[in-house]
């Protein structure tokens, strides 16, 4: 029974999403610090880098109310399709004028509004912040209400989800941060092992029609 249990929780998934311009900047290390967390603790990821790329925003036409996807054909509909796979999703993001960068806010919006007739009911979620200063809690608070909307958990850490650097690597001298990262990763982990043994357990919380 033990081992049917780990073997099933090692099938599990995470996307991480860097919502940076930048590669391999300071929102990558924190996320990397996140990413090699939940490997260590038996989470499979995929990581996702989407800040450099050229995504519309949403243009409001609704076709995704009939369709179940957007009618921009590009990679908002690829992430709608691994999320149907995923446990968790982690989005990162730099911290603009004291909110997520707006590539990564484009593809969010049209992500998440195109998957309002999709279940995503107790899939976790957990938002990253990287910050030169200040603005980082308002930008995860952004990025949050995207779970909150859709039935996701958000998973805590012991403190918020931040860290502070500026020039490349920079952020790694935030010991504090890293070290939430990290526990970012193990209560993720915790959460996405115990969602799993309470759904076999008990089904999935009843959804009330709107």
Known sequence: EETGIITELISMKVIILNGSPKAKGNTATALHEVEQTLQQQGIETEWIHVGH??????IACNKC????ICAFQDIVNELSEKMRHADGLVIGSPVYFASANGTLLSLLDRLFYSNLH????????ASVSIARRG????????LNKYFLKTN???????????AH???PGEVTQDEEGMQTMRQLGLNMAFLIKSINLGMKEFGSPKIQEK
Do not use: E, F, R
Not at 65 to 68: A, E, R, V, Y
């Open 53 to 58: 790329l050229n995504i519309h925003g949403c």
């Open 135 to 142: 603005g980082a809690t308002a930008t995860m608070d952004v």
């Open 118 to 125: 999709a279940d995503w009911t107790m899939k976790v979620g």
């Open 152 to 162: 996701m958990p958000v998973v805590p850490s012991q403190y918020w989800s931040i």
């Open 65 to 68: 109310w009939h369709t179940g």
């Open 165 to 167: 650097g500026t020039m």
